[in-house]
C-alpha cells in the first residue's frame, strides 16, 4: 500500500545509487576483458578457483575420455605448432624459430594415460590393489626458453592423472601462453563439455606466483627452470610444510 515516505524512500535510495555509480564505473573499467577467457584469468585467486573446480568434474572421468582430452592437446599442438613456435619466438626472442616450432610439435611424443597402469599384487599376506589417484589442482611454473612445449607437456601430464593445473608462465612468455591456454581450453570445452583443465594468469609476475604457491586449493608445486628461479625457491619452502610433504 502506497505511503506518504514512499517518494522520500525513492529519493533517498536514487542518492545512493548516483554516489556508488562512479566507484562501480571504476572497478568494471579496471577489470580486464580477458578475465575468464577460455582459462585465462586476471588474478591468481580466480585462475586456481576455477581449475580446482574444474578438476572435481574431471576426476569422475574414465581414463579413456582423459585420453580423448589429451588427443585434443597433442593435435592442437601438431596442427599450430607453426603458429605457436612462431608467436612464442616473436614475443621471447630467445632461441631459433625452427626450434621453438618443433618443441612444440613434439609435444604429441608426452606420454599420456597409457602410463596410468592399475597393478594387483597377490601373496600370501593378501592382495594389494595399486592405482594412481590425482592430487587436485597443480601450481605449474613455466622456463622463459620453453613455454608453450611445458605448457603442452604438464598439461598431457597432469589431465592423464586426473589433475587440473594453474600455469605462471615466465613474463616473456605470457601472451604465447595464454594463447595456447584459450586454445587447448576452447577445444576441450566443445568437444567435451569440460572448462579451465589447465588455467593461467594474464600478467604472471614474482608477487603472482608467490600467492599462486600459498593458496590453499593448490595441492602440489611444479617448477620448471634453471639458476634464476632462486626466488621461487624461496616462495615454496616458506609454503606451509603439508603441501610441501605432497609435493615430494
Known amino acids: 500500500m502506497s505511503t506518504a515516505t514512499d517518494p522520500m524512500i525513492a529519493a533517498i535510495v536514487q542518492e545512493v545509487l548516483a554516489r556508488l555509480e562512479p566507484r562501480l564505473s571504476a572497478q568494471r573499467t579496471q577489470r580486464p576483458a580477458t578475465s575468464g577467457d577460455h582459462g585465462v584469468f586476471a588474478t591468481v585467486d580466480e585462475a586456481v578457483k576455477a581449475a580446482h573446480a ?9 581414463l579413456s575420455e582423459r585420453g580423448e582430452i589429451i588427443a585434443i592437446i597433442r593435435r592442437i599442438c601438431i596442427e599450430r605448432a607453426e603458429e605457436l613456435g612462431k608467436m612464442e619466438f616473436e614475443e621471447s626472442k630467445i632461441g631459433r624459430l625452427e626450434h621453438k616450432i618443433e ?21 600370501t599376506t593378501g592382495v594389494c590393489f595399486y592405482e594412481y589417484a ?13 613455454g608453450v612445449p611445458t605448457l603442452g607437456s604438464n598439461a598431457i601430464s597432469a589431465i592423464a592423472g586426473g589433475n587440473t593445473a594453474v600455469v605462471s608462465s615466465h613474463p616473456l612468455t605470457a601472451r604465447s ?26 600478467k ?8 599462486l604457491f600459498r593458496h590453499p586449493d593448490i595441492a602440489m608445486i611444479c617448477v620448471t627452470g634453471g ?13 606451509r610444510p603439508w603441501k610441501s610433504a605432497r609435493a615430494r
Do not use: W, Y
Open 54 to 62: 574444474a578438476q572435481k568434474q574431471l576426476a569422475t572421468k574414465s
Open 103 to 123: 618443441k612444440v610439435r613434439r609435444v604429441e611424443n608426452v606420454p599420456g594415460v597409457e602410463m596410468m597402469k592399475t597393478e594387483v599384487r597377490s601373496d
Open 134 to 146: 590425482p592430487f587436485g589442482a597443480l601450481a605449474m611454473v613455466l622456463p622463459s626458453t620453453h
Open 177 to 202: 601462453v595464454a594463447q595456447a591456454v584459450r586454445l587447448f581450453n576452447r577445444e576441450v570445452a566443445a568437444r567435451t563439455g569440460l572448462a579451465n583443465l589447465i588455467c593461467t594468469i594474464e
Open 204 to 211: 604472471p609476475t614474482i608477487e603472482s606466483v608467490n600467492e
Open 227 to 239: 639458476g634464476a628461479v632462486d626466488a621461487i625457491g624461496q616462495a615454496r619452502r616458506s609454503c
